[in-house]
């Protein structure tokens, strides 16, 4: 019966997107193909309407395919995609796009530059309203190309400037660049979204011609406009602008805060002890010790010679003033359950002695402070310094030795 064949076909077409699903995974391009030509065919036959349509199936195997497989060439991927361009209009700017990166990942910038231009004037009636966020796409990555033309352009200009030519062709081809790259990512960077690369590019042409007024506000709306999602990235950019242009510690203190809260790991996070530290608020010392404690609580942290010298430093000026050792307490309760086992074993003293001499002392150092002479960690890495005749560690032992009340005291 007829029902009894639509059924058959549309398990059959089912378990043959699953023999595909099962190449690509096992990265068998070719048999993958193959099972996607035959797929392909079977369709030619099919009436049912899905939600996802067949087109949409096609277009994002076979271009995963075409991207792998060892015999795909660029030529055959352009005649793929320009038909997938015809099977659906909803999806014409978004194949577009694809196209382009193809393009741009093997090199043909002006090839993807002409891509774009085609589909930034492409008009569909009432599809080219609903597909707006897809055309300011469009529109955006070809402003990228336009300042990446821009770039060389001012490279070519540079140079000749230094060997004592003048160009003008260059310089104005070179503004022609600037000012469609310009009007393309600043429109992009409206729309609420993560834009980092937009928003960089477009800092650079700012800054390049003198508007860093505008330059500010652009990565100020960016930080800290509620609209945009949580972004470290947008604090970063803010933060390195600021510290370019020589902007006061309290801003540069500023965005830190808040990229701390967003990502206590950073790795800016030693910028922001080392300002902290060099405050005279008790409150903003008081900060950089949790920044650096809470920065060390990552695994990508354990091994890094600034961050322990930082919290040896501060932990050091703590223990000698005898002030505010209720600072190193507050932090400790919270962490000498685990700490101990994650930063302090016998086998990690032996291991950065063997590595990093000078991590090894600096770890020494908390380690003794905040669990004592007796821990395994200082003891075993005193003693092969002392063994070792390095003046640094007798000078640890004996530092350690003379304050271990202090140990009793934050132990509680």
């Not at 361009?85 to 014409?92: A, D, F, I, P, S």
Request: aromatic share 12%; net charge positive.
């Amino acid at each position: 019966s007829s029902s009894e064949q639509h059924l058959n076909f549309k398990s059959s077409k089912e378990a043959c997107l699953s023999y595909i699903q099962d190449a690509m995974l096992q990265k068998q391009w070719k048999r993958a193909a193959e099972f996607l030509t035959f797929y392909v065919e079977a369709l030619e036959k099919d009436y049912s309407r899905e939600y996802m349509g067949p087109s949409e199936i096609i277009w994002r195997i076979g271009t995963e395919i075409l991207c792998h497989h060892s015999h795909s060439s660029m030529k055959e991927f352009n005649s793929f995609i320009e038909q997938m361009k015809t099977l659906g209009v909803k999806r014409y700017l978004k194949v577009c796009l694809e196209h382009a990166f193809r393009l741009l990942c093997n090199g043909l910038v002006d090839e993807a530059y002409q891509i774009l231009s085609v589909a930034e004037s492409w008009r569909f009636g009432e599809q080219t309203a609903i597909q707006d966020k897809e055309m300011k796409l469009i529109q955006a990555y070809k402003g990228l190309l336009d300042y990446y033309s821009w770039s060389r352009q001012k490279n070519i200009l540079l140079e000749n400037e230094r060997d004592g030519f003048e160009d003008l062709s260059v310089e104005q081809e070179m503004h022609s660049c600037f000012r469609k790259a310009a009007v393309s990512l600043k429109e992009i960077i409206k729309m609420p979204g993560v834009w980092d690369l937009f928003v960089k590019c477009y800092v650079d042409l700012l800054e390049f011609y003198g508007d860093h007024n505008e330059a500010r506000q652009v990565l100020n709306e960016y930080a800290y406009n509620s609209k945009f999602p949580a972004n470290p990235n947008a604090h970063v950019y803010l933060y390195q602008f600021l510290k370019r242009h020589g902007e006061p510690r309290k801003s540069l203190i500023s965005a830190l805060k808040i990229l701390h809260d967003i990502v206590p790991s950073h790795e800016l996070m030693i910028d922001f002890n080392t300002m902290l530290q060099k405050s005279k608020k008790r409150k903003k010392r008081r900060l950089g010790l949790e920044v650096i404690f809470a920065a060390l609580d990552y695994a990508g942290w354990k091994e890094n010679v600034k961050a322990w010298n930082c919290l040896a430093r501060q932990v050091k000026q703590i223990v000698i003033s005898g002030k505010h050792l209720d600072w190193i307490k507050e932090e400790w309760n919270s962490r000498k359950d685990w700490w101990p086992a994650f930063h302090f074993s016998r086998y990690l003293a032996k291991r950065n002695w063997q590595e990093n001499e000078s991590l090894s002392c600096e770890k020494a150092l908390v380690a003794g402070i905040l669990l004592g002479k007796d821990c395994k960690y200082f003891k075993y890495v005193s003693h092969q310094g002392c063994k070792a005749q390095v003046k640094r560690f007798w000078i640890l032992k004996k530092f350690v030795n003379k304050h271990n009340p202090v140990y009793l005291r934050i132990s509680g």
